[in-house]
């Protein structure tokens, strides 16, 4: 399922912060993982979202859904696999795998849609400079 | 949308630690209150979680899914509702609501799924305890 | 060791994010719940942190300490004791005590140091309304 | 300030996830970096932590401070400096550092504390292969 487009990258170490009783990564920790995933995929692109965000719109998650396949343990370095699912003229939806560094071992998937925000909260169009880089 | 069968409500009020750059609370969050929300909707049926992992099952989520409509902002005092959506032999899915608890103001909803699975990560069958329990 | 002074008490229950691998809580947690204590230290007396934002200044923590005596488990109703150590001109001390919230059996104490900062980040005086709301 | 004994550098960026309403990291968000320092200095020692538990005893944080000079901001790359403040028979001291990763902007101290304990509870005596490495 992988995609054909471009594929952003990122290896990240499971914290003792992140293991929940169970001696496994806690549920929650893999949508900061689809965050650190996607801005890394943005910033290779030469767009960090810092820079988004100053253009006055933001991105913020409108859905997000993850499947749980293997747990993710203490100290496993994973890898977060990050690229575009689709990009409309006011959303886009970015597609997350998590697995482990090493042995490519699957863990988990999931995605993330995005609406483009104006300050006030109005719902508005993606910059032409963001669909742009993100259509290629 | 609201469902026929039982439903624990939870108050929680939201935190600095909780919120973002944006103002509003990260969306990782959800997943904590939704985790709060199950637990107490186990307790309030007589059976704490706590208990229900000492008979040696436990019930990893599988599958997770968030949909945002508004955002919570900081010292807002948000009330998590909490129903079960269905119970099956080896799996059973917890559904949420995330609202104003003064003005019902709705924020976000979604879902857990959830496997029963045994010490060593053999996935079982749900004890008939808890599907007595949950099945009333 | 108990104050002299107002003393706010809140309970709260401890979770599964809350609980690392030893089945204890991570020791990042007790910040959280000074936090919890201290914003509702200041709600009792009339004050939500939340307005005293809306003045121009906040309070960012300059220094923080932790003793931990005894660990908390999963799902411990524990209950945070805040009170004011010391009000100087342009700084603050707020202590903290984390107990069992049914038997008060001691977990862990600690402090936090709070700057009055203008939001271009200038160190400023405590404004007189909290002086005088403190100092009583 | 800096320690003549050996010392552990890592980076680390700051994520949306860590950062407050004003902007800036959490407080709390140091206590996880200082654990990310202490890890990953008994890693470049050829101690994993995750080898040091399997031994039967773990090093629970007894004691932890930070004193907060400049705020972190978001997307800021940061350097974890961490080194061994003292060793004794049952217990240590590790120090930390949070600069800037480019430019050496001191933003933040601290320590922890830790005591050895065995799975009971009980306190001992650090192991001999710990002290012999860390002696060093």
Redesign the interface.
Same mark, same amino acid.
């Given at each position: 399922m992988k995609p054909i487009s471009y594929t952003n990258l990122f290896e990240i170490r499971v914290?003792? #912060?992140d @293991?929940?009783?169970? /001696?496994?990564a806690?549920? #929650?920790?893999y949508?900061?993982w689809f965050?650190?995933g996607r801005?890394e995929f943005l910033r290779q692109l030469g767009i960090?979202?810092?820079e988004v965000e100053k253009s006055g719109v933001?991105y913020?998650?409108?859905?997000?859904? @993850?499947?749980?396949s293997a747990?993710v343990v203490?100290?496993e370095l994973i890898k977060i696999r990050t690229w575009l699912g689709f990009i409309k003229k006011a959303s886009l939806k970015m597609e997350y795998e998590i697995v482990n560094a090493d042995t490519d071992e699957f863990h988990a998937e999931g995605y993330t849609i995005h609406a483009a925000v104006e300050g006030g /909260?109005k719902i508005v169009r993606i910059s032409d400079r963001l669909l742009s880089l993100l259509a290629e």
């Open positions: 914290r003792f #912060a @293991v929940d009783p169970m /001696g496994v806690y549920y #929650a920790h949508l900061r965050e650190i801005t960090p979202y810092k933001s913020p998650v409108t859905e997000v859904k @993850v499947k749980y747990p203490y100290d /909260g």
